[in-house]
């Protein structure tokens, strides 16, 4: 597979804007560990083979074993998560498959149990920037496989 499309030569500010929500989303709180959870989970609804690459490389680096990665795709029948990563999980999907209708309340109530107001949003926030760099990195075909980890996350998130 070729890429289509160099974002970086092409049109610079395309990826400068979303590393911008990047830098907020580091600094916003949340575990970073939750945060690359759930973008991996995104990105594997999405089939983004760069950023499933990206995320299960990015985990793995921060310790995160291999029986929770490999249960991902079957987190609701898997012991490896907290109540408070599950309810991120279920956020995750129904944020990520609006095709299927709404977000339901269901799920709101959920999540809203175990997350405050803030950390919903910014949540939120997470799996709106991971939807977007699927697509731009599915649009593009960016090939998946090069990535390498930060040695730490400042030198990542910038």
């Not at 759930?38 to 950023?51: D, E, F, K, T």
């Not at 029986?67 to 999907?93: I, K, M, N």
């Not at 593009?140 to 990542?156: C, D, F, I, S």
């Amino acid at each position: 597979m070729e890429a289509r499309i160099n974002y970086s030569e092409i049109a610079p500010g395309v990826h400068q804007a979303m590393f911008e929500l990047g830098k907020y989303l580091y600094r916003c709180g949340l575990e970073q560990p939750l945060m690359d959870l759930v973008c991996l989970r995104a990105s594997q609804i999405n089939g983004c083979a760069y950023c499933v690459d990206m995320h299960w490389k990015d985990l793995r680096a921060g310790g995160e074993g291999d029986q929770r990665l490999y249960g991902l795709d079957a987190w609701q029948e898997s012991p490896y998560y907290s109540d408070r990563e599950r309810a991120a999980l279920a956020w995750t999907e129904a944020v990520t498959n609006l095709h299927e209708g709404h977000v339901p309340d269901v799920v709101y109530d959920q999540v809203c149990r175990f997350f405050t107001k803030k950390e919903l949003a910014d949540l939120t926030l997470v799996i709106a920037a991971i939807n977007g760099w699927n697509r731009l990195n599915i649009a593009a075909r960016t090939v998946a496989g090069t990535y390498q980890p930060a040695k730490t996350r400042l030198e990542k998130r910038g």
